[in-house]
């Protein structure tokens, strides 16, 4: 079992940066994969972006080229780093672990944060 706390979200105009963190409590981070999966009001959850235990990262194709995902096993905590943001990016920013390979489908993980708000204004 494992815990992740969600933090670093908040509102930013267009064009905008924000990094989204998530450390895990109790437990290391380093065995897992891990991911950052958002929601829309209205919308289904969808996959942003994910990385290995071994550091190789994928992404969606809406966030290709703006936003990094990165570890710090040290810290227990992994990030997404958001730039140029768009209003299209708003929603629950989630993090989420499971124990085998990236998957974009949210039913394969295991363990999820609360959520962060992240809110883009045009």
């Known amino acids: 079992q494992v815990q992740l706390v969600e933090s670093g979200g908040g509102l930013v105009q267009a064009g905008g940066s924000l990094r989204l963190s998530c450390a895990a409590s109790?437990?290391?981070?380093?065995?897992?994969?891990l991911a950052w999966f958002r929601q829309a009001p209205g919308k289904e959850r969808e996959f942003v972006a994910g990385?290995?235990?071994?550091?190789?990262?994928s992404y969606a194709d809406s966030v290709k080229g703006r936003f990094t995902i990165s570890r710090d096993n040290a810290k227990n905590t992994v990030y997404l780093q958001m730039n140029s943001l768009k209003p299209e990016d708003t929603a629950v920013y989630y993090c989420?672990?499971?124990?085998?390979?990236?998957?974009?489908?949210?039913?394969?993980?295991?363990?999820w944060g609360q959520g962060t708000q992240v809110t883009v204004s045009s």
């Open positions: 109790e437990r290391s981070l380093s065995t897992y994969t």
């Open positions: 989420a672990a499971d124990y085998l390979y990236v998957r974009t489908s949210p039913k394969f993980y295991d363990y």
């Open positions: 990385i290995t235990r071994t550091g190789g990262s």
